[in-house]
């Protein structure tokens, strides 16, 4: 084997490590964050502990919360989620962190029902109309406590921290 040929098989060698261990880096990276993504999702909450980025996840729902979880679940996934996605723009907004774009539960509720009564009174409403260009139908088929637990769903899924209030 000739000098050529050495330095040859040594430059590829040495690319190929270089080319693994960045992909390495990326793939372990991107796992890491689909991870935290997906606990985010499922879970009431995470903590990170600080120690090598690990994070460490709890569930904290009683009974009542799961139930309200699931009736959410099943009335978005039936009338939201055709429009809608938790993190991004689909033909309406984003939803995650719906409930803090508005002055109050009530207000986002009226909302919902009635979308095209409401944008008169609420300056964030009519920038939503000027940003999508369209009302989203009204939802008056809901009653209050079936949007609570769509709304609830939602900060359930998005990580927020969800708390029911006892009567």
Partial sequence: MNNSTSL???????G???ILSLSK???????????EEEVK?????????GIDGEILVFDS???QQEEIVKIGKELFEGNCA???ALNKKVVGSALAGVSERWESEE??????????QIINKNKYAQEMYEEYGQFMPNHD??????????LFYIKYRSGEKVYVELN
Wanted: aromatic share 20%.
């Fill in 141 to 150: 088929f809901f009653d209050d406590e079936q949007l609570k637990s769509i």
């Fill in 41 to 49: 999702g499922w879970y009431c909450g995470t903590v990170p502990t």
């Fill in 25 to 35: 880096i990326f793939f372990d990276e991107k796992m890491w964050i689909e991870k």
């Fill in 16 to 18: 190929t490590i270089i």
């Fill in 82 to 84: 055709q429009c809608h």
């Fill in 8 to 14: 040859y098989i040594f430059i590829i060698t040495i």
């Fill in 61 to 63: 729902l009683n009974i």
């Fill in 107 to 116: 207000q986002l509720i009226e909302f919902i029902k009635y979308p095209e």
